[in-house]
């Protein structure tokens, strides 16, 4: 019964660097944010990332890595070479979404562990461009079972987190309706949900859209397609969260299962009490928030930074 790693980081704005070819208009929209952000800095961004990752599952490194805020392929093929040990085949699994700055969803996995298939994406209808959610079906290559695992970033809170939440209201409600069909025609297939929300699980997009729930027997025993949040157990003193802002702590990333991941007639289920905030030392700023890296353009870049979130990491058991 093998164990699969699985990992979610939000990358904070990995770019590629300033000179790189871009569509015409996003480079024309991130001229003056890309400013001084050389091949250099990127690849130092790189290292550093790529040093966090690969301390995580003692030094063995995640099978699947759910990420946000990459801006294309290019930059994350970079990132799979740097995380590269021996025995891993680290691919990346990625699209184009919509977003209005170019950062995007995507995967990393490996694909000696997980073969990768029917990768697909839904835009979020709004008046402006939001990023996609975007899932594929992993399948564990020694017992043959599969899953689907869904990235999510959901809209951010800089217009204000009240201001803003209608937003992820409605992307929670396009989950919900994405997990429906994708439920359809197998009520126990088993979904693993990821992602940077922008909402902490107790906050309304999270219970009353996408039907989230510290509850497993209501997952079990739903109709509707309603999904157990593991971040539940670890909201309290000693993990505050993933994510600090004006000194305040938010659970921000997360993950979440359906059913089917819950069963014991599963073949690909989550360990219980897996689910974990990774902190290891280096990542630590000051008061013990993510140290980030930040960039040239704002006067904020530090070069021993990493990201301004904290990965979260799971186990999935296959039989």
């Known amino acids: 019964m093998p164990d699969i790693r699985v990992a979610w980081w939000n990358l904070e704005n990995l770019f590629d660097h300033e000179r790189a070819a871009r569509d015409p208009g996003l480079a024309r929209f991130l001229k003056s944010e890309l400013k001084g952000w050389t091949a250099a800095v990127r690849d130092r961004k790189l290292d550093q990332l790529a040093s966090i990752i690969g301390l995580m599952f003692d030094e063995a490194g995640p099978d699947l890595l759910g990420v946000a805020e990459a801006e294309n392929e290019a930059v994350l093929e970079l990132l799979a070479a740097r995380i590269a040990k021996p025995g891993r085949e680290y691919r990346v699994l990625g699209h184009e979404s919509l977003d209005a700055r170019g950062i995007d969803v995507s995967f990393i996995y490996d694909a000696s562990v997980l073969a990768a298939s029917h990768p697909a994406h839904q835009v979020v209808v709004k008046r402006t461009a939001t990023r996609d959610l975007f899932w594929a079906t992993f399948t564990v290559r ?74 497993r027997e209501q997952v079990t025993r739903a109709r ?96």
Do not use: C
């Open 224 to 319: 509707s397609p309603r999904v157990w949040n593991l971040m539940w157990p670890l909201m309290d003193d000693r993990h505050p969260g993933t994510y600090r802002h004006d000194s305040v702590w938010n659970m921000l990333d997360q993950f979440l299962v359906t059913k089917g991941m819950l069963r014991r007639k599963s073949r690909v289920k989550v360990v219980s009490d897996s689910a974990s905030i990774f902190r290891p030392p280096p990542l630590l700023g000051r008061a013990k928030a993510p140290r980030r890296f930040g960039r040239p353009s704002r006067h904020s870049m530090d070069r021993d930074g990493y990201s301004d979130h904290f990965p979260i990491t799971l186990l999935l058991r296959s039989t």
């Open 142 to 215: 020694e017992t043959g079972a599969s899953f689907v695992a869904m990235a999510n970033h959901w809209p951010a809170r800089s217009a204000g987190q009240y201001l803003s939440e209608p937003f992820r209201m409605l992307t929670g409600e396009t989950v919900s309706v994405v997990l429906a069909n994708l439920l359809d025609t197998d009520k126990y297939a088993p979904v693993l949900l990821m992602g940077d929300f922008n909402d902490e699980p107790f906050n309304r997009s999270m219970q009353e859209y996408l039907l989230g729930t510290r509850d």
